[in-house]
């Protein structure tokens, strides 16, 4: 079937690096997404990745390997408001054209 | 520019009530989407909208039906509502099929 799975918990200390992985099951696919979204909040889009490699955006990063069924996040010079929860989502190029998310990964910052 | 927006932000239904909830954007974006989000889970799509004039459902559509007013604005109904349509609910849009979507606030629906 078409899933996609995260780790529930990541925590990491403030300054810190941390990466999140998303693993799927199929490969007929655009694109792999992430989204952001703090409690009680709207998921809000960080980065997508439609080729295999590495895109940079300031503190993020996302990776994508197809041969390796495997995306990843992330994330440097942690900040508390850096906490959040990561959700990766797959754009699939079978049947509709709309995001499959992830369970969400909860990533907590300490001091 | 808003957006997208959302109302009611919050409801409380009893068992067998209807309710539409609202969605509109003033992106000009061409798709508009529902998703429903569980605690601790990830959002899950209800039905979407690639273009006015056309809906698709999409992952949970039982229950739920949805209407594409015009190009701004995406309404949600539930016909008659089920303590496991407890839920928040997010409407999204973006300006193709895309992967870049934008969400709304989204509405806090509690059935009882």
């Known amino acids: 079937g078409q899933s996609l799975e995260q780790p529930s918990e990541v925590t990491a200390v403030e300054g810190a690096i941390v990466q999140i992985n998303c693993t799927y099951q199929t490969s007929g696919f655009y694109g792999l997404s992430w989204y952001q979204q703090h409690d009680g909040g709207a998921p809000t889009f960080l980065s997508y990745?439609?080729?295999?490699g590495l895109e940079e955006t300031g503190r993020f990063s996302s990776f994508l390997s197809r041969s390796d069924s495997y995306g990843y996040l992330l994330l440097q010079e942690l900040q508390m408001k850096d906490s959040a929860s990561y959700f990766c989502?797959?754009?699939?190029?079978?049947?509709?054209?709309?995001?499959?998310f992830g369970s969400g990964t909860r990533l907590q910052v300490q001091p | 520019n808003a957006g997208v927006t959302q109302t009611p932000k919050f409801q409380v239904l009893k068992t067998g009530q209807s309710m539409t909830l609202q969605c509109a954007q003033d992106?000009?974006?061409?798709?508009m989407y529902w998703y429903r989000q569980d605690p601790g889970m990830g959002l899950r799509l209800i039905y979407y909208?690639?273009?006015?004039?056309?809906?698709d459902k999409g992952e949970v559509p039982n229950g739920y039906n949805v209407s594409r007013l015009n190009k701004r604005e995406f309404s949600l109904r539930l016909e008659s509502a089920a303590p496991s349509q407890t839920s928040v609910y997010f409407c999204a849009s973006s300006v193709g099929t895309s992967y870049e979507q934008y969400f709304g606030p989204g509405t806090r629906l509690t059935v009882t």
């Open positions: 909208s690639a273009s006015e004039g056309t809906t």
């Open positions: 992106m000009n974006h061409n798709s």
């Open positions: 989502a797959v754009d699939w190029n079978t049947g509709r054209r709309a995001l499959t």
């Open positions: 990745n439609a080729l295999d």
